[in-house]
């Protein structure tokens, strides 16, 4: 079976801080790993992703996210945190051997950024 | 607009009603999903078609009946619905049912049983 966990529901930082959002998987093969954002009242929005290669992926918005594969992990992490960066963020894997299977989000994380 | 768009935004329907809720994506994706979102709980994959053909049903009620005509169009018909149904509905498609390119949201819908 495979999971994800965002161990967080909230995460509160400053505005201009670096800012990181947990994320722990569980799947028996090789991972996809993906981070979604949800902004209010709309749908979750492609931000970056892990396929394969480097470990450290960077994508939209500044935000990179490192995969650990000892540790089971796909933090996302941004350098500086900008106030327009608050929204829902979701964690998002699958099983890359595993056919028929659909990827599993996590229960997500709203972050704050306060000015 | 990400690609996939989603009628209506917003949808009010009692409980004897029947509504339907429509997706269209022309991104060229062979893959279609609908999602169901309600708060405080994880997001819940209802039903996923490839190549317009329904490959998943995750034991939703049939009171969702989903319909697939084309591999540009989903829709999701609702009918005798209870007021726990009331989510936010979202559509995304993926270039295929592997999905290694990502998911396409739309904007979904957000429903309200009354």
């Known amino acids: 079976a495979q999971s994800v966990a965002q161990p967080e529901d909230q995460v509160n930082v400053a505005e201009g801080n670096p800012l990181t959002v947990k994320c722990t998987y569980s799947v028996s093969g090789n991972p996809y790993l993906f981070w979604y954002v949800q902004y209010p009242n709309r749908g979750l929005q492609f931000l970056l992703k892990y396929i394969t290669g480097d470990n450290l992926v960077k994508g939209s918005y500044g935000f990179e996210a490192e995969f650990n594969k000892s540790q089971t992990s796909f933090h996302l992490k941004k350098p500086s945190a900008l106030v327009s960066d608050s929204a829902l963020y979701f964690c998002?894997?699958?099983?890359?051997?595993?056919?028929?299977?659909?990827?599993?989000f996590g229960p997500g994380t709203r972050l704050s950024v306060l000015p | 607009e990400t690609g996939v768009t989603q009628t209506p935004r917003h949808l009010v329907m009692g409980m004897t009603n029947k509504k339907s809720l429509k997706c269209e994506q022309h991104?060229?994706?062979?893959?279609m999903y609908w999602y169901k979102q309600s708060a405080k709980k994880p997001l819940e994959l209802m039903f996923v078609?490839?190549?317009?053909?329904?490959?998943e049903n995750n034991s939703v009620p049939s009171r969702f009946s989903p319909e697939c005509p084309n591999s540009s169009h989903l829709f999701l018909h609702l009918h005798t619905l209870q007021p726990e149904d009331s989510a936010l509905y979202l559509c995304?498609?993926?270039?295929?049912?592997?999905?290694?390119?990502?998911?396409?949201f739309g904007s979904g819908t957000r429903l309200t049983v009354v």
């Open positions: 998002a894997v699958r099983d890359k051997s595993g056919y028929g299977q659909n990827f599993v």
């Open positions: 078609y490839s190549l317009e053909e329904r490959v």
């Open positions: 991104l060229g994706h062979n893959a």
């Open positions: 995304a498609s993926s270039q295929d049912w592997e999905g290694a390119y990502g998911y396409t």
